[in-house]
């Protein structure tokens, strides 16, 4: 459909499988970009569904104002997915067909697994704190192995290198479930700042919660904020109300409130950028522009104010109830 539309599609990559990582490329202006990410934990599928859609919204709604391009990376675990959903017929080793049931505790039903087909748990293998968060195994698994070394992975390496190829400003993770925005890794100062508003925004825009799990650390979110120092975000969407394997029933309520938060974000950072660069060239105070979606750039954020840094840090501390994503 998205070739018909005259759009980029590509390939990320390959996975374990040789299966292709895909994506597609929607807007105007490669150097301002965005990539929007779902499908890495396998049992989460509904966030392929998802980003397909928000990239199908886009086309379908061409008078909407895009100021650059977004990569739309719908399913980075192609074949955990494929597992979750279609059980072992489409693994050809019968050796490797043994060891995931082995790894299921005996059972081929595999709608619960989270984990990539080697049993690695794709969002703890990146190269950011690896290896030190509060429910990692150093064992295969079907969730939370951080595997034998950071980036040890296809899926993992594809990533790394598309997102450090397209240099994006920012990135955004689709997950589920439990209606959170996770945004801290580690900022300091400025960035602190400069992302919670990004977060918050988002946050009123969806009415999902911001939180913070100290004890999460190795995803491609994390990844992003120390290794690229860009704003990235982890969006848990759909409600704790229902169960994994999260029901498609429920899939319209969720794309109706994520549907524009790609392009909002995308062109926040982008006016973002350009102020910034307009700012240090005139060293003067910061314009609030009416046509920045989320209205992120004011004096305020600018300046080093450490009562607004712990406000920020106080309120986003709590951990929601345990939702399991
Ligand atoms: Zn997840």
Known sequence: MFSAYGCEVGVVGESTLHQRIP?????NDKSNCII??????????????????????LLKRNDLLLLGGIYFLPMVNVDGVRLAQEGLDFVKSSKRRQELIDLNGGSIDFSLWKA???GVDLNVNFDASWGKGEQNVDYPATANYIGSKPESEKETRCLVNFTREVNPLATLSYHCKGEVIYW?????????????????????DTGYALAHDKGSVGGYKDWCIHQLG????????GSDYYKHPYPYSDFFNIFRINKDVPRKLLNSVVKMKQTAVKHSIIKNGIPIDDEVDYQLITQDSVDDNQEQLDNITNCTDEQPDNHSS
């Open 23 to 27: 994506y597609v490329y929607i807007g």
């Open 36 to 57: 929007v990410q779902g499908g890495i934990h396998a049992r989460e599928h509904i966030t392929s569904l998802l980003v397909v859609n928000m990239a199908k919204h």
């Open 116 to 118: 990539n087909i080697r």
């Open 184 to 204: 801290r890794f580690g900022q300091t100062m400025n960035k602190l700042w400069m992302h919670y508003r990004l977060a918050k925004a988002i946050a009123e």
């Open 230 to 237: 860009i704003p990235a975000f982890t969006i848990e969407v």
